[in-house]
């Protein structure tokens, strides 16, 4: 299951959200294994955000996943996802997407390792 996190320093309109989570729903099938269906993508507008002690106009944004995705594909995935954010935020000063992948996990009771 992946998770995908966007957290904005701008506000984000409730039509823009769902623009986003379909979006990144669709775009996370470019890796592996990954698709909409068993995808939990949560989006947070208004995060007072920081760089040099000065405000800034940024996202940082995340995607956890169970296992190791193929290099390419993260890289397409980047790709694709900064269109996105683009078209739904428009030029934001930053923005930061790491990939975090986990070889042990667990949902409810059931744990899982590689």
């Given at each position: 299951m992946p998770y995908v996190s966007v957290r904005a320093s701008q506000h984000i309109a409730d039509d823009k959200v769902?623009?986003?989570?379909?979006?990144?729903?669709?775009?996370?099938?470019?890796?592996?294994?990954?698709?909409?269906?068993?995808?939990?993508?949560?989006?947070?507008?208004?995060?007072?955000?920081?760089?040099?002690?000065k405000p800034v106009n940024a996202a940082m944004c995340e995607v956890r996943m169970f296992g190791k995705a193929p290099k390419d594909k993260k890289k397409e995935f980047?790709?694709?996802?900064?269109?996105v954010i683009t078209a739904e935020l428009g030029e934001l000063d930053k923005l930061f997407l790491?990939?975090?992948?986990y070889f042990e996990w667990s949902i409810g009771s059931n744990y899982v390792d590689f």
């Open positions: 769902e623009r986003l989570q379909q979006e990144i729903g669709r775009i996370i099938s470019v890796i592996p294994g990954k698709n909409i269906e068993n995808c939990m993508i949560q989006i947070t507008g208004d995060c007072k955000t920081y760089m040099g002690g980047a790709a694709e996802f900064n269109k790491n990939f975090q992948e």
